[in-house]
T-cell receptor, first 111, second 115 residues
Framework: AQSVTQLGSHVSVSEGALVLLRCNYSSSVPPYLFWYVQYPNQGLQLLLKYTTGATLVKGINGFEAEFKKSETSFHLTKPSAHMSDAAEYFC?????????FGQGTTLQVKP | GAVVSQHPSWVICKSGTSVKIECRSLDFQATTMFWYRQFPKQSLMLMATSNEGSKATYEQGVEKDKFLINHASLTLSTLTVTSAHPEDSSFYICGTGDFDNQPQHFGDGTRLSIL
């Protein structure tokens, strides 16, 4: 069975600071991993995905994530937070098209 | 890129009413549609998977007679909440996907409030 754990339900950073959102997964087969962002009362928008190949994945809005098999992690980072990054972030794992989501992390960006 | 249109975005209705939510794929053929439910401040929980032209597959604990899913065409899937009650109030989101490594594309969600 697959599962996703997001460490920290709430992360607060100052504008311009590094953003680090943690995600660990459990999968018996090579996983496909995703990060999504959700703004209030909206659906989800794909930030980036890892399927195969390069383990450092670059996404939209300056985000990137690194797949580390030895650590079963897929942490999301952004060098410099912007106020518009404040949202809910979900990590997800899939190998059959069916996504299993983590519990989500709320990112707060302080001026 | 792919666009999924979900309607309505907000519904308020009386207890006992049936509510239909539509999810349309605008520029591609969605052979598979996933329906999720999200409670406030929580993650998305998969309710069911529908495939065009066949019966939906429901997740454990989801009442198939309560949440009717129809996927009659490659561009339209519907979720009908039958005889809705206050406990059915939630945020419902549809998403497309297939069994390759394609990421799912989501509608903007429907907030359902049952009075």
């Amino acid at each position: 069975a697959q599962s996703v754990t997001q460490l920290g339900s709430h992360v607060s950073v100052s504008e311009g600071a590094l953003v680090l959102l943690r995600c660990n997964y459990s999968s018996s087969v090579p996983p496909y991993l995703f990060w999504y962002v959700q703004y209030p009362n909206q659906g989800l928008q794909l930030l980036l995905k890892y399927t195969t190949g390069a383990t450092l994945v670059k996404g939209i809005n300056g985000f990137e994530a690194e797949f580390k098999k030895s650590e079963t992690s897929f942490h999301l980072t952004k060098p410099s937070a912007h106020m518009s990054d404040a949202a809910e972030y979900f990590c997800a794992v899939s190998n059959t098209g069916k996504l299993i989501f983590g519990q989500g992390t709320t990112l707060q960006v302080k001026p | 890129g792919a666009v999924v249109s979900q309607h309505p975005s907000w519904v308020i209705c009386k207890s006992g009413t049936s509510v239909k939510i539509e999810c349309r794929s605008l520029d591609f053929q969605a052979t598979t549609m996933f329906w999720y439910r999200q409670f406030p401040k929580q993650s998305l929980m998969l309710m069911a998977t529908s495939n065009e032209g066949s019966k939906a597959t429901y997740e454990q604990g989801v009442e198939k007679d309560k949440f009717l899913i129809n996927h009659a065409s490659l561009t339209l899937s519907t979720l009908t909440v039958t005889s809705a009650h206050p406990e059915d109030s939630s945020f419902y989101i549809c998403g497309t996907g297939d069994f390759d490594n394609q990421p799912q594309h989501f509608g903007d969600g429907t907030r359902l409030s049952i009075l």
